[in-house]
């Protein structure tokens, strides 16, 4: 039950009794300090729940007129570019004015008292006060006697919360205990959402840091590419030509990564079989007229670093097809990425077409492609094997994802 939805402990007017006696005056104090001791634990629970800051506030002078049997409370929020104090809850007041009624925060008010000095102050007769000003807003209702103490967290002071009443009687210094308790825990816990605020408007800065660095360097290489792809296009030296296409095809697989990078909340770790799909859709661009199918059995989450790596094995293996099983024209390459373990992948890539010469050694060959493969899969802890068909080849990758 929340503090505005339980009824709150009738507590009879003292002053209004006829002749109290010592026993009656000692029961109600002692029930008002029990109800003064759950609020404040009541405050502490709703403190500790996310609560918004607004609904806190409204919750707090709520709580915080209860516990002093008071008719009006209000949450002043220190504005330090006019030296005023704004309004920014109350409970009691007259409509419009939360959001909008000011206190000057200087020392001559009771409320700037309290801010500048972080002393509590009771003022129990406003009509005689000579101490300090009594605020328009005070005498416009009507006030008689005021309490304000701090509202301070770890930075520098939220404002003041602030309690007054209408009716003669005086405020003590165990109202002060409870008054100065229910702001000790608003303090905390504005300052707690003012350190959170500040917390994501960092992480949110860095995510955008990163997402634009990815961008740029994602934007850098493809032009890189590009230039790579455009020079193989106008070589009229057909070996020349070939190593472009392929140095373009290395490029826009580790381009290829960091738009996945400034795409995905999480940059340590990429969709492989996403990942995959874009470099063998850019596959097709150097590998033409040959057709590449790509298939998935399941989505991985990679290490980005490992997913490169795995990138650029795909496209040495998918290059070498295209290569050598069809120099007469293109023909299908099959790409297929499946689960063999909980933590380890397998990824065939398979043509149909004139297959490898009988000597082949996967350790022997010196040729570039076949380097980068042994040197990236030896990173990854991965075993390659081969196998020839009937017709084509079938190189097939167990990789661990760890």
Known sequence: MSSSDKPQTEIPNIEASPSPTVAETGGLDLRLRIRQQEILAELGVLALQQTSLPE?????VRMAAEGLHSDLSKILEYIPGENRLLMRAGVGWDPGLIGVATIGADLASPSGYAL???????????????????????????????????????????????VDSRSQGEFTEQDISFLQGAANILGMAIERQ?????????????????????????????????????????????MLAQALQEAYGRITAVARVHERLYRDP??????????????????REVTSPCEIDFKSSHQFRVDTDRAVKIALVV?????????????????????????????????SVHDVGKGLPEDFDIEQ????????????????????SVRNLSPGVEFLANIPLQ
Not at 56 to 60: G, K
Not at 131 to 159: C, M, Y
Not at 211 to 236: C, P, T, W
């Open 266 to 283: 999480d940059v340590r770790v990429v969709d492989l079989s996403a990942y995959l799909t874009d470099v063998c859709n850019d596959l």
């Open 365 to 384: 060959s010196r040729g570039f492609g076949m380097t980068i493969i042994r040197t990236f899969l030896q990173q990854l802890g991965a075993r390659l």
């Open 194 to 238: 003012r350190y959170e605020h500040s917390l994501r408007a960092a992480v949110e800065h860095q995510q955008v840091l990163i997402k634009e660095i990815n961008h740029r360097v994602k934007n850098s290489l493809q032009l890189v590419g590009s230039m790579f792809y455009l020079r193989a296009k106008s070589a009229d030296d057909p």
């Open 315 to 347: 496209g040495e293996l998918v290059t070498n097809a295209a290569k050598h099983a069809y120099p007469a024209g293109g023909g299908p390459i099959r790409v297929r990425l499946s689960e063999i373990a909980e933590n380890a992948v397998s990824i």
């Open 116 to 162: 500048r000095t972080g002393k509590p102050v009771i003022s129990n007769h406003l009509e005689n006060e000579e101490r300090f000003r009594t605020p328009e807003l005070l005498r416009a209702h009507g006030v008689r006697r005021a309490i304000n103490v701090i509202l301070q967290g770890d930075g520098s002071p939220f404002g003041v919360l602030e």
């Open 56 to 60: 806190l506030l409204d919750s707090s």
